[in-house]
């Protein structure tokens, strides 16, 4: 009895330690509350359009612009500058109030490399919902990925893969977003 009593120590401690290994993906999440956000800009003259700065993960901005009852969502302190910035979905459409970040870790940090957002559309009365996955990079983020979430029950789980395994090497410059229908099949002219 007295020689399991260590080895249980040992492999709980073991335990403990593995989420901590390099190259470790999860997904943190915050709020994108544009109430809480701080209003930067507002034209209601010009069809409502407005610009929030938001509070993302360890405070990273998060820059939403509203214009023509559709919603663009950029990062960082470049925010206005990145392909993001001009990025939307062609329907009318609002955003979700949550954030998710996909996170590696590294040196002991977590650092992140996309994020997934729900849009919510309306296209003359059809109404959906889609997954956006965004690059988020040093010098640009974009949009890598639209997901049919509508009828979709593996559209997050489908999101995250696509992040994790797209994102960090995604050209933003010379590539348009990939499209994924209900069924998780990547669209044609994608």
Same mark, same amino acid.
């Given at each position: 009895?007295?020689?399991?009593?260590?080895?249980?120590?040992?492999?709980?401690?073991a335990a403990i330690t593995l989420p901590a290994q390099a190259g470790q993906i999860s997904s943190l999440y915050t709020p994108l509350d544009l109430g809480k956000c701080q209003l930067v800009e507002s034209n209601p003259d010009e069809g409502g359009s407005a610009v929030w700065d938001c509070k993302g993960y360890?405070?990273?901005?998060?820059?939403? +612009?509203? /214009?023509?009852? @559709?919603?663009?969502v950029s990062f960082g302190p470049n925010a206005e500058k990145q392909?993001?910035?001009s990025q939307t979905l062609?329907?009318?459409?609002t955003i979700h109030k949550?954030?998710?970040w996909r996170v590696e870790r590294k040196g002991g940090e977590w650092v992140p490399f996309a994020t997934i957002l729900r849009y919510f559309w309306d296209s003359d009365g059809r109404?959906?919902?889609?997954?956006v996955v965004t690059k988020l990079g040093a010098d640009d983020a974009c949009q890598v990925a639209h997901i049919? +979430?509508? /009828?979709?029950? @593996?559209?997050?789980?489908?999101?995250?893969?696509i992040a994790d395994r797209q994102a960090r090497g995604y050209d933003c410059r010379n590539t348009?977003?990939?499209?994924?229908?209900?069924g998780g099949e990547r669209l044609p002219g994608n």
């Open positions: 009895m007295r020689r399991i009593a260590p080895l249980v120590f040992s492999l709980a401690a360890k405070g990273m901005r998060v820059r939403v +612009a509203e /214009g023509d009852l @559709r919603f663009f392909t993001a910035a062609a329907p009318f459409n949550t954030l998710e109404k959906g919902q889609t997954l049919a +979430a509508s /009828g979709n029950p @593996r559209a997050n789980r489908q999101a995250r893969r348009q977003a990939m499209r994924f229908g209900p």
